[in-house]
């Protein structure tokens, strides 16, 4: 038996208010998902760009280390870099060059005196980059953390000047790092105070240091940053077979100019 005519058209007159009241509905729904997530990204963008701004647009130098490993260095001359070493350098040349700007990428023994002076990106902590040790023995009274070697597992720890308090990376058994500890630190180059400034990127590990390069494009830190012009983050990471999980800010400390 066929439905009547009339039947069908009176389903859709009474079905049709409720179809467009649901597809606009959907409509206003996928506008409003659309516009917050394109404004959080644009946020985020204009919070990293107030970060970088300065640094960025004066094309600082991104200074990596490279290990000797006695050795070793039969077959790599030119020292070893760590894969979270470099894990961080292309997380901050990426963030550099989204916001249209540009680093060049240089190793730590290459630097000349005049270079030492001008605008650095500093990824490693003291044992991994030289130029790391030298700026932090320069800052030593200015920053309020520090790193302390650690003769047991050939790396370093974190103290933290102001409670005397020691942040040590944790081990497995077998002695490998399962959790680390990290430094961003931005001040003016204790070279050149007056011209240019350095960002510090340092784990006790290279976990550590990866880490923190990808958390310092993290919007909800860059927002405690935004009226920081210098400062110290204390970052911790999980390290579950060499990768890195969970990082989370510690602390965040401001610097004042002396």
Request: aromatic share 6%; net charge positive.
């Amino acid at each position: 038996m066929e439905p009547a005519v009339g039947g069908i058209g009176g389903w859709l007159v009474q079905a049709f208010p409720d179809i467009s009241s649901n597809l606009i509905a959907a409509a206003i729904g996928g506008v409003l998902v659309w516009s917050t997530t394109t404004a959080r990204r644009r946020l985020k963008l204009v919070r990293a760009r107030r970060f970088w701004r300065a640094l960025g647009g004066r094309h600082p130098l991104i200074v990596l280390g490279a290990h000797d490993f006695g050795p070793r260095q039969r077959w790599a001359r030119a020292g070893v870099v760590g894969m979270g070493d470099i894990q961080a350098l292309v997380e901050i040349e990426a963030q550099l060059r989204k916001l249209g700007f540009a680093g060049k990428i240089t190793e730590s023994k290459q630097l000349t005196p005049r270079e030492l002076s001008s605008d650095l990106v500093l990824i490693g902590g003291p044992v991994a980059n030289d130029v790391t040790r030298t700026m932090l023995a320069k800052l030593d009274g200015v920053v309020s953390y520090a790193f302390a070697e650690d003769p047991d597992h050939e790396a370093h720890v974190v103290n933290d000047l102001r409670s005397g308090r020691t942040l040590a990376p944790q081990y497995e058994e077998s002695g490998y790092p399962v959790r680390d500890h990290a430094l961003i630190i931005r001040t003016p180059n204790p070279l050149a105070p007056d011209t240019s400034e350095i960002v510090i990127v340092a784990g006790c590990w290279e976990h550590g240091t990866a880490a923190a390069a990808e958390k310092l494009g993290d919007r909800k830190l860059l927002r405690r940053l935004k009226k920081m012009k210098h400062f110290e983050v204390l970052v911790e990471t999980t390290v579950v077979n060499g990768a890195y999980y969970n990082t989370k800010v510690i602390e965040t400390r401001r610097i004042s100019a002396r």
